[in-house]
Structure formats: C-alpha cells, structure tokens
C-alpha cells in the first residue's frame, strides 16, 4: 500500500505524481485495473513458478480492501473523499447485477437470507465500508435465520438455531436435570416414550426462565379434574362414530391382589377402542340379576341404538346376564371373549393325565432353577442369558409355551448339569439336586414333551391371533381353528389314537361357545376380500 500523505516515487511505472494515495491503475492489471477503482491501492505480487492462476475477485472481498483501506485515506482530503464515494458507488452498482461467476459462495448466503434481510442488504453497503469490524458483528448478530427453522412444538421438529448454538456443557446439565428428577421420584424411565413427554418441554421452554411447576394438591386437584374432562370430551366426540357405524361392547372381568372382582369396559369402533370405566362388581359379579343391571346401566350410556356387538367372558353368570340382555335389545348381538375360550380349551387340555405329568416335571426343573442362586447363574451362563418362562396359575396357555421355552434350551440344561462346574458344587452332592439332575437327564420326559409341544402349538398359535390389538379376529377364528386341527391330524398321521382327547376338547367347546354364525359370516367376508 501507498502512504497516506507522501506522493509516489516518479520511478514506479505503476503509479502517477500526487500528494494523494495514488489511484491511479497499473499497467500490468490489463483490463481488471481499467474496471475496478480498488486495484490501484494494491501491489501486485510477483508471479509464481508453480503455475498458479490470478484469482479472481469478489463482492466479499472487495468489502474487504475497502475496510482495511480505510485506514489510508485522509479524511480531509476532498479528492480521497470523492473517490471513496465513487468506490462505494461501484460496489453498488456490483450488487444490482447478476454476476454470478464473482463469487459462488456469496450468491449462496444471499439465497439463504429471509427475504426481509436480502433486501436490507442493500442499502447497508455504505456502512458496511464505514463500521469497524465491531459493529459488522452486531448487524450479524441481529440478522436472523429464523423464518427458515420451524419452531420445535413436536418430537421430531428441528432444532432451533439457538439450541443448535448452546455447547455441550449446557445441554448435558439440562438433560441431568431431568434425569435427576426422573429417579428421585421413581418415574420409569420408559416415561419418556409417552407422548406428552416432550410436549410437557416445549410448554416448559415456552414459558421462559423462572417459570415455578404446579405443586402437589394443584396436580391432584385441579388438573387432575381438568384432565379427566378433557377426556371426557373426547370420549364423546367418539358417538358420531358409533351412530354412524355402530360399535361392539367390551366386558371383562378381572381379579385384583386384593381378590376384588372388576369389571372393565370399552368400546370398539373403528377409529378406535375406548375405556369407559371400571366397577367394582365383587358384590354384583355372583347373581345373573345383578350383572344384568350394571350391563344394562352401560349399555343406556352408549346407546342401544349404537351397538350392535357385546362380548363377555364365559362364566355361567355372565352368559346369563348376556341373555337377559339380548332379550332386553334384541339390536345387540352377544357373543362369548374367544380368546378366554382358546384359554379354556388349553385348561381342559391340561387336565389330561398324560399332559399333566409332564407339565409337573418342567415345573419343578424351573422352581428348582429359580429358587437357588448357583443353579441359576449357571443356566443364564450355559443359555447365554436367557430365561426360561415360567408356568403362571391364571393362564393355562403359558403351560405349554413354559414346554415350548424348556424344550429350547434342553441341549444347554443337560451340559449344565453335566459341566465341570456342577459336578465340583455343593448341589450336585445334594439330594434336591440329584433329583433335579434326573429330571434333566430323564429321555422320557423329552419325548413327551416334544409331543405335548407339537400336540398344542397350532392352538397356541390361535391364541395369539385372537388376543392380539393388531387387528380384529373375528374374521379369522373359524378359519383357524379348522387349521389347527388339520394340522394337528397331519402331524400325528399315524397316532390317531393319541391326538383324538384333544379334538374331541376342542370340538366340545366349539360347538357349545364359540360355534356363532357371526364368525362363519366373518369367515365368507374376508374370503371374498382376500379372492
């Protein structure tokens, strides 16, 4: 750069006598120094060997030689003044136009910028050549991204560019505060799959610093009431629904810890399933009579006219309330739950003498493993970690997935008890271990249990259809249970002596529960939908 105050020596070719900056435009910038008032307060720079290119000038930096220029000129001066002016002129008339080969990079964050700030950009060209580097930062700091980031109001939003700024410091201090909360008030922490879960943030985030949670007694009280209205209003936003479509009526009934018997109901459509309440019906639960009335009292609150379906368990006295029911709104079509059906059929199966025995057996192998630790330790070390299920008292089907489990895993209990480990243990010399060795290496209880497995399988497996919330099952019942007895047949082809108790349970209880032409035409409707 020239002097501010000394004129240049007569000796420079590249610049003109004056007791100003020389402005004048060397003769070896060829057409570049003719167009551009800023080349002549620049040296050019030798050439390189290595081949390298002249590169080409941009708007950004040109803003840039005129900043650190500013320091060159002379305030004073008018001649300096006026060719200031014709500078700032030039890069205005610059910015007008298109030239897009200048600068890529600058074209791509005009396109970035919200409207509003591209086209302040303009006239904010003067003061970006008049501010200091200072208070180029604020105009930085003001000019905002932010019509380009939807705000973060659901869980997969994107961030805001202020979170995305915040370090990570700040974030894990927040995310440690709700840790902490989370365990010392014993929230599982599934919890934060619910959700409202970063719902409850965003109101939280939204209401800024300093913002106090509601205490005990107002959660109790008033938002507890206020929340149960909200669902109120949107359990009945669901009638339209049920007037347009009709609706099935759910009752089931349960068996708490405390030995009280409850009652659930719901209603299905198909937008959905809704709970509507639970009775406590452990007075109402042993007489026709009262069951009767605390059905009726639901069936008033949907609506007669709305349902078409009900289904209960199949007690003696639920199916006679059912029918004092029908006889009541001969509109509803009752029907018994089949999945307690399929778990019925499975208990009956269970009484037999042959399948009795050896769901004793596989039940004292898992008491036996789960009520000592060392035998414990070692089946999780010889299965790898898993678990074998265990024989529940209230569903008779988990009996038989309990064979299902322990036949799995029957290489792995016979290398445990014939391990080094075992056999070196304070229980193999045991008398309760002895037995359980025997049990393990007993080859009958094997093959009899593979039987029982491949006996009861196809009607596990109907079990799972009608008990699952992926879709409703009447249309596929009657067509599975024919299934599962064709499959049955096919497997012991030649045994059909030994399959004939079970066909004959399971035909038992098909034609005196679940045998319903409801399900026959279920079973038409989805054939045709499927040819």
Known sequence: MSSQHGSTPSSDPSTAHSSEPSISISTSSGIRGKTDLAWGHCREAPELSVGCKKTKLGNIEKKKRAREMKADFNPYSVEQREHEERMIKQLEDDDKGEDDDDDD????????????????????????????????????????????????????????????????????????????????????????????YQHAIDGITAMGPGYKGPNFHALRGYYLAKAVDEVKIFVESYREIWKKTGCTL???????????????????????????????????????????????????FVGPENIVHMVTDNAANYVAASKLLVEEFPSIFWSPCAAHCINLILQDVGKLQSVCSVVDHASSITKYIYNHCYPLHLMRKFTGGKEILRPAPTRFATNFITLQSILVHKDNLRAMVTSREWVSSAYAKDNKGKKFVDNVLNSTFWEECASIVRMTEPLVRVLRIVDSDD???????????????????????????????????????WDGQLYRKLYAAGFLVESSISI
């Open 105 to 196: 990079e600058a074209d791509g964050k005009k396109q970035m910028l919200p409207p509003k700030v591209a086209n302040k950009g303009k006239s904010k060209i003067t003061n970006v050549v008049k501010q200091s580097t200072a208070s180029c930062g604020k105009q930085k700091e003001n000019a905002t991204l932010g019509a380009y980031f939807i705000p973060r109001t659901t869980h997969a939003a994107q961030k805001s560019l202020q979170s995305c700024w915040k370090n990570k410091e700040v974030i894990e201090r927040c995310d440690l505060a709700i840790a902490k909360w989370m365990i010392d008030a014993c929230v599982p922490f599934n919890a934060a799959n619910s959700v409202y």
């Open 250 to 300: 759910m009752a089931d009934g349960w068996t708490e810890q405390k030995r009280r018997t409850l009652i659930n109901f719901l209603v299905y459509c198909p937008k959905g399933t809704v709970f509507l309440k639970t009775v406590d019906a452990s007075e109402a639960s042993k007489t026709a009579m009262l069951l009767y009335k605390l059905f009726r009292e639901v069936v008033l």
């Open 471 to 509: 879709r409703p099952a009447m249309g596929y019942l009657y067509e599975a249970i024919h299934s599962a007895k064709e499959e049955m047949l096919r497997r012991f082809q030649r045994k059909r002596a030994k399959v004939q108790p079970f066909l004959d349970i399971i035909n038992t209880r």
